[in-house]
């Protein structure tokens, strides 16, 4: 099963414009992972935000996590069509054994040009 | 309709060992990847196969590492000769038959914890 549920599912919008996708988590987590991934390719790591950080930034990527809401979002700013892909969270938890990575369904970005 | 299946879900090896690490995606899907997560780390990618097929394996490591994924029967992910620094969490996923394949459509497995000692 998958913990992660993002939303929306599908996002289209225009270059130059900010696409935010958002993601629930249900469980305590130690980190949660943002991925992107091309159409026939596998996924690329973008950012890991720990438990105890709020935001986190890198180039035009934005992460924001809230713990009490188990939520986190996922802004790209000035989109470019070069963005156009499925970008997914993985929520990473630790269980008896140890670390456990789950990840959610998705959302499939379309940047028009 | 079950998801992605993976096992075992916890192996342990010794040094020198070989790890089978086995992976059988959703009915219908012939496209599998492999990714491996190191403890605190986010997935790296390792290796894409659809049937009796290496597509692109540029995240492999070049020795003692190989995947296959035969026309009948699971993806195996192969570690011959085990080392500590291989204990991480391995997961596959899968995806349909779709040119290109959808990326909205790639399925997760539960991950293998292998733990070298």
């Known amino acids: 099963s998958q913990q992660g549920e993002e939303d929306p599912q599908a996002l289209s919008i225009q270059e130059g414009e900010n696409a935010t996708m958002n993601c629930s988590y249900k469980t305590s987590i130690n980190n949660l992972q943002w991925y992107r991934q091309n159409s026939g390719r596998g996924l690329v790591h973008l950012i890991l935000i720990r438990s105890n950080e709020r935001e986190k930034h890198s180039g035009r990527l934005r992460v924001t996590l809230d713990t009490s809401k188990k939520s986190s979002s996922l802004l790209i700013t000035a989109s470019r069509a070069a963005d156009t892909a499925s970008y997914f969270c993985?929520?990473?938890?630790?269980?008896?054994?140890?670390?456990?990575?789950?990840f959610g369904g998705g959302t499939r970005l379309m940047v028009k040009p | 309709n079950a998801g992605v299946m993976q096992n075992p879900r916890h192996l342990v090896r010794r040094r020198g060992q070989e790890a089978r690490l086995r992976c059988s995606p959703m009915?219908?899907?012939?496209?599998v990847y492999w990714y491996r997560q190191l403890p605190e780390e986010g997935l790296k990618f390792m290796v894409y196969?659809?049937?009796?097929?290496?597509?692109?394996e540029s995240g492999m490591p070049k020795e003692r590492f190989s995947a296959e994924f035969p026309k009948e029967g699971p993806s195996i992910l192969r570690i011959q000769q085990v080392v500590r620094g291989d204990s991480a969490a391995y997961f596959c996923?899968?995806?349909?038959?779709?040119?290109?394949?959808?990326?909205?459509?790639?399925?997760f497995g539960p991950g293998t914890r292998l733990t070298v000692t």
């Open positions: 196969l659809q049937k009796e097929n290496i597509i692109d």
């Open positions: 996923a899968s995806s349909p038959p779709s040119l290109p394949p959808s990326s909205y459509e790639q399925y």
């Open positions: 009915k219908g899907h012939s496209h």
């Open positions: 993985a929520t990473d938890a630790w269980d008896n054994a140890g670390n456990m990575l789950t």
